[in-house]
């Protein structure tokens, strides 16, 4: 019975004052544990994308410049691969690859998703039928196998071609989320009056209904841009990528064929793996935090409240 | 029943798309069967063999592309499926992907399903004991580990368990090949040992989503007022917890299992990559190295049937625990 009891001092917390936008979101995030984690780890990998100079003296991470196999050193801090080169350097330049495959897939499927849901919410009718026919046949469809396929077709490899697969598989998700959400907003009365007023279609559209879905769009581009960080990284590892590019996922496949594990290398392949596992997580918590910011009854109950309800 | 009727006419629809794509990919694409097949013969064999060997998995190059295409699709539904121009020439696509299929159906199945039940079992009573102990760390804890890479799992999970401990776990295959396969203890003891390392990276990078989406809708229905009723009529905690609460909070979890069959695929071609697990998704990792389009082709449209299956089940699962999906039609 106390579990009805904290249920209640739930919901009866859940009418907050509804913040407004811009300064009450980054007040939310404030106060937000997990916001503020996936926040610090994203802005650290951000700086060392923008300027990787500042992290480590080696210039060029891809030359065989040092002794190979050596293990971690005051010199190089993670070793040195097999091939000689150190594995500390090429993490950091690493980064900008990963991070601008995250930041651009992730943000063009996420503008694709938001055309193709709004576009089929509004619209309705036959345009409705197709578009989230078109929605559900790519959601459906193994999109990773695909993927493989279609670098191996594309020819083995650069960044744009992997951008484009990214795109191309991953918009679905996010625009049936969208057109629900459109559907769900479509009748609602502001925008009855935006109509009554006379405004055209697009400006509705625009100024109307997209500013209110933007906590959904937040959400569906922190999704989409985990979804390119796990599978670029999971292409790359596989050897699809281009081997001589620098990037996490290019360092993993290079240690997993040199069989860094078993010649007892294991930084080799475990630390470019934890930096793609923390710039994952960092969107996962960043999508959770904003789930619970839109959804109060989604955040945890403070401790103190729910020991008062059992007194 | 409409609603029966319209799932398997999209059924039928995602399988014709998904065929077509397959078919017209290589078409479109730079790179042919035909120079992957010479390379790989290294000119061994006549031109007038090579033909023959084209011909009998339905490449013709002179023919009409529409009757291509009707030839492809017809072959890719009555399982005439080829033979195999990768490194095991020759031999029928449907005989390779017959020795695959149970690895992957035993393995990454299991893991799967084993995944989704336990998920939901824990986001119901965490959702149960909200503010409780477990809730307060479970849902960061879970963020993290659904975040996380499926072949990084898996290569921690080779080091800890393999690698530091003198191979305690195997780490490589689906069984040892001193061993005959058959039916004796021995064997099937060693096929689970092989199994455990790479289910075990399945399991815990799949479980975090569902234990996070059974959560979340447990707590939405918690506060419905029918949950109230029972609890008024004195219903007891685990009735209402299971037979009130989790059965509605399970459905839009049953529809996102289907959908998430997808990364499922995705997750095993990787696992099956590192452990070098001789599945489904290992061989379209060798079939893609090799050019072995054949191969490619069938096991794409085995892979999208899959999903495709499993949409269906869980569609009929969901008429089946739900009377409003039914009504509506």
């Not at chain 1, 009418?15 to 106060?31: D, E, K, M, Q, S």
């Not at chain 1, 080696?58 to 971690?72: C, K, M, S, W, Y």
């Not at chain 2, 049953?254 to 095993?268: E, P, R, T």
Request: proline share 5%.
């Amino acid at each position: 019975m106390t579990s009805l009891l904290v249920q209640t001092t739930a919901t009866t917390e859940t009418p907050a004052p509804i913040r407004r936008r811009g300064g009450g979101l980054w007040t939310a995030v404030r106060t937000n544990t997990k916001a503020m984690i996936g926040l610090v780890i994203f802005l650290l990998f951000a700086a060392i994308a923008i300027a990787p100079q500042l992290f480590t003296s080696v210039r060029h991470p891809n030359d065989l410049a040092f002794t190979p196999g050596e293990q971690p050193s005051g010199a190089h801090w993670l070793g040195t691969t097999m091939l000689g080169q150190d594995i500390y350097a090429q993490l950091i330049y690493g980064t900008r690859e990963s991070l601008v495959i995250a930041l651009v897939a992730g943000g063009v499927a996420t503008i694709l998703s938001v055309l193709i849901g709004v576009s089929a919410a509004y619209l309705g009718g036959f345009a409705d039928d197709s578009l989230s026919l078109l929605t559900n046949v790519f959601l459906v469809l193994p999109t990773f196998p695909l993927i493989i396929i279609l670098a191996t077709y594309a020819g083995k490899g650069s960044l744009s071609v992997i951008l484009v697969v990214l795109i191309v598989t991953g918009w679905s998700y996010g625009a049936n989320q969208m057109r629900a959400q459109a559907l769900s907003l479509r009748n609602r009365e502001f925008l009855e009056s935006a109509r009554v007023r006379g405004e055209r279609r697009l400006y509705i559209i625009v100024f109307e209904l997209l500013p209110t879905m933007t906590s959904l769009i937040v959400a569906a581009f922190l999704g989409a841009a985990l979804y390119s960080v796990l599978t670029a990284a999971g292409l790359q590892f596989l050897g699809l990528g281009d081997p001589n590019s620098l990037s996490w996922g290019t360092m993993l496949h290079w240690a997993q064929s040199q069989q860094a594990l078993q010649t007892g290398m294991p930084l080799w392949s475990l630390a470019p793996g934890l930096c793609v596992a923390l710039l994952g997580a960092s969107f996962a918590l960043l999508n959770y935090a904003f789930d619970e910011i839109s959804n109060p009854a989604l955040r945890p109950v403070r401790r103190i409240r729910a020991k008062r309800a059992h007194a | 029943m409409r609603f029966l009727l319209r799932r398997l006419g999209f059924f039928v629809l995602t399988l014709w798309a998904a065929l077509t794509i397959n078919f017209f990919i290589p078409h479109l694409m730079p790179g042919s069967p035909l120079q992957a097949l010479r390379d790989r013969t290294h000119n061994k064999l006549s031109p007038q063999a090579l033909q023959e060997l084209l011909a009998s998995f339905g490449f013709k190059p002179n023919q009409n592309i529409f009757e291509q295409y009707l030839d492809y699709l017809r072959d890719m539904l009555t399982g005439h499926w080829g033979v195999s121009i990768g490194q095991t020439l020759g031999t029928p696509v449907s005989t390779i992907v017959g020795q695959a299929l149970p690895w992957t159906l035993g393995m990454v199945g299991v893991a799967t399903v084993l995944a989704f039940i336990l998920g939901s079992l824990v986001g119901t009573v965490a959702a149960w004991r909200r503010g409780g102990r477990l809730d307060a760390i479970l849902p960061s804890v879970f963020v993290v580990t659904s975040a996380l890479p499926y072949f990084w799992v898996a290569l921690l999970l080779i080091l800890m368990f393999s690698v530091w401990t003198n191979g305690l776990l195997p780490s490589d295959f689906n069984y040892d090949s001193s061993l005959q396969p058959d039916w004796s203890p021995e064997f099937i003891g060693n096929v689970l040992q092989h199994a455990v390392l790479p289910a075990a990276t399945i399991v815990i990078t799949a479980v975090g989503g569902w234990v996070l989406t059974m959560r979340n809708n447990m707590i939405t229905t918690l506060a419905e007022d029918y949950v109230r009723m029972g609890r008024a009529k004195g219903l007891s905690d685990r009735r209402i917890m299971y037979n009130y609460a989790a059965r509605n909070a399970l459905l839009p979890n049953l529809s996102g299992f289907a959908m998430s069959l997808g990364f499922v695929i995705s997750g095993a071609i990787l696992v099956e990559y590192v452990f070098n697990y001789p599945g489904l998704g290992y061989l379209l990792y060798n079939a893609v190295q090799n050019n072995d389009y054949p191969l490619m082709q069938v096991l794409f449209m085995l892979f999208t049937v899959a999903v495709l299956v499993a949409v269906l089940v869980c569609d009929f699962a969901i008429a089946w625990l739900d009377p409003r999906s039914r009504a509506k039609g």
